[in-house]
């Protein structure tokens, strides 16, 4: 990455450029609705990842309910890739949902992304279940994987 890295939190009018890049990540992609949702959600947590002049390459939403966070989406565009973004983005929502009362995080994935597994994995993330068919388009199950966001943050 040849320019400074930031992150930010995520806002309604950085929405287009998140969905542009959903587009291109995901089969069945969100649409600018299910962003918007989270970002006008009290407990809705959002972050984009932006290099000079603010542009926008990830982002990473999701919400904390009582005392556990969900992450919804995470996502880099493919060539800036392997270079730390979706870690610092993981690191950083995990660190905004601990502030706000959340004990753990949780989230799905297919069961087929075995890179986003490793990458869960690589940051303290368990698997913890499976959900039967969870995913359309194609169908497939979930894997759940969890992190002890007290543990992590000692
Ligand atoms: C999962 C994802 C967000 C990770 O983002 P990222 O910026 O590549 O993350 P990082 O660079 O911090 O870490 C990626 C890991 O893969 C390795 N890697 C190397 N080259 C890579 C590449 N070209 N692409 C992806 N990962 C690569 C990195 O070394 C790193 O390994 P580590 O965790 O052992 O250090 C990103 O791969 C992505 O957008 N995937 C598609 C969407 C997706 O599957 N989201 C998860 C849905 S549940």
Excluded at 10 to 31: C, F, H, M, Q
Aim: proline share 3%.
């Amino acid at each position: 990455m040849s320019t400074a890295l930031t992150i930010n939190p995520l806002r309604k009018g950085d929405l287009t450029s998140v969905v542009s890049i959903e587009k291109s990540v995901y089969a069945t992609p969100w649409n600018i609705e299910h962003f918007a949702e989270i970002v006008d959600l009290p407990c809705g947590l959002g972050l984009i990842a932006c290099v000079d002049p603010g542009e926008v390459i990830g982002y990473a939403v999701g919400w904390v309910a009582a005392d556990e966070a969900e992450l919804a989406n995470i996502a880099v565009v493919a060539e800036q890739r392997g270079q730390g973004v979706g870690g610092r983005l993981l690191r950083e929502i995990s660190v905004t949902a601990r502030s706000r009362g959340a004990d753990r995080m949780y989230l799905e994935v297919r069961r087929s992304n075995r890179d986003a597994q490793r990458f869960y994995a690589n940051h303290g993330f368990d698997r913890v279940g499976r959900r039967s068919g969870y995913y359309s388009g194609p169908r497939e199950d979930a894997v759940v994987m969890a992190v002890d966001l007290v543990k992590r943050e000692g």
